[in-house]
């Protein structure tokens, strides 16, 4: 996987080394707002769609490589495996937008919500936000959550494609 950082003063996606100093001193910008875009590419292509004609809160099947895997929607009044995000339709089979993983607890104060969000495409990306105010306490670092999220989508998502 690739990660980047969203850098809101020139617009680019910043990569940056893996050690964590490059991720830190990219975060003491004082021109940075408080909440700073990750992007993380997962280099595989990834296909969603929600099938709501099955049961109550619907199945969530992924594709990616000719495998498929089906898992039950998560929501707040009937828990699951995925909780994705669409647009609304009289359609029974939409395509989802987004998955949503929390990868943190919600009340996390590094991140927003702990939420990770999966956009499926030909290249899938994953994206969440990190406040870079809350750095200056120093654990846990930028790297070590951005190496969480990276676990969540290889863990939670990628394996289950591979199984």
Excluded at 65 to 78: I, K, Q, T, W, Y
Excluded at 134 to 150: D, L, N, Q, W
């Amino acid at each position: 996987m690739r990660c980047g950082l969203h850098d809101p003063v020139t617009g680019a996606l910043v990569m940056l080394p893996r050690d964590g100093v490059g991720i830190q001193r990219f975060l003491d910008k004082p021109q940075l707002r408080e909440k700073v875009l990750v992007k993380i590419s997962t280099n595989i292509p990834l296909e969603a769609v929600l099938d709501r004609s099955t049961v109550k809160s619907g199945i969530v099947t992924l594709t990616s490589g000719g495998v498929e895997r089906h898992f039950l929607r998560d929501m707040p009044s009937a828990p699951g495996e995925l909780r994705v995000s669409f647009t609304p339709s009289a359609d029974s089979v939409v395509p989802v937008e987004k998955i949503a993983l929390l990868f943190r607890p919600e009340n996390d104060d590094m991140t927003e919500g702990g939420t990770l969000w999966i956009t499926p495409g030909a290249s899938a990306i994953a994206h969440f936000y990190m406040f870079s105010r809350m750095f200056c306490r120093g654990k846990p670092t930028p790297a070590a959550i951005i190496a969480e999220a990276e676990n969540a989508i290889r863990t939670r998502v990628l394996r289950k494609l591979a199984a």
